[in-house]
């Protein structure tokens, strides 16, 4: 019972530790929190939303490609017109399909021919290699974000504790007293913005760090994907030279 009241007195005491800072700070130092809370939201909503889509895209590429290598021939998922929305390996797959398609019917619009000169070819894997591109930075926006709040916020935050020494030194110019009770309430409110800056900071460098290394494996991915599936292609309709 007494370690929750202690746990109650501390809680309200840092309470009103932070509103006496708070209602110290500077409208300079009160305005760059408010700044640094809206990066915090940004960032929080930012790393939410990334987790979200790789873990979907990583789950939906995991049952394509399931489904990919199960069947016969390399446009059989094509012919049957599947369809899976969000999917990266599936945008890969399709666009080269439909090159490769097109390349394979006759003016009527029939499939007439087996095989694809070494030219169209070259055609399919462009169109292969541009989808890895898009696939990839689509992935990738929205991290410039996070970016920004790990290296922007503790350089907001270290220009509001500066401004606010600043201030406070200056008041004790004018007073003519430099007694600890006349520096503490203004070097105390002029700290609180790096501990904010820090805060926005920090979560936002690990997020960061964890979403770029997730990015670059689905960059791996579909690069090995659009070789293994240029490289089925070839061996099942490239006319032999």
């Not at 201030?167 to 004790?172: L, Q, Y």
Request: charged letters at 20%; one cysteine or more; glycine letters at 6%.
């Amino acid at each position: 019972m007494s370690s929750i009241m202690f746990a109650v007195v501390g809680a309200a005491s840092n309470q009103a530790d932070s509103l006496y800072v708070w209602h110290k700070a500077t409208p300079e130092a009160k305005a760059i929190i408010v700044c640094l809370i809206i990066f915090s939201i940004v960032a929080w909503s930012t790393m939410f939303y990334k987790a979200t889509q790789m873990r979907r895209a990583r789950k939906l590429n995991y049952y394509f490609n399931e489904e990919f290598r199960s069947q016969k021939s390399v446009l059989d998922i094509f012919d049957r017109k599947l369809k899976v929305e969000g999917c990266p390996l599936y945008e890969v797959y399709h666009t080269g399909c439909t090159q490769l398609d097109a390349r394979l019917r006759g003016p009527g619009g029939e499939r007439r021919k087996q095989i694809a000169t070494l030219k169209n070819m070259e055609h399919v894997k462009r169109a292969i290699e541009n989808v890895v591109a898009q696939e990839s930075l689509e992935l990738e926006s929205g991290l410039i974000l996070l970016a920004i709040a790990v290296s922007g916020a503790p350089f907001l935050g270290l220009l509001g504790t500066v401004w606010g020494v600043m201030s406070t030194f200056a008041d004790i110019a004018q007073q003519g007293s430099a007694t600890m009770s006349a520096m503490a309430p203004g070097v105390s409110a002029a700290l609180i913005t790096t501990v904010a800056g820090l805060l926005v900071a920090i979560p936002s460098m690990f997020g960061y760090n964890w979403l770029v290394h997730n990015l670059r494996a689905f960059t791996v991915g579909l690069d090995n994907f659009a070789q293994e599936l240029v490289s089925k292609m070839e061996s099942e309709f490239l006319a032999d030279e």
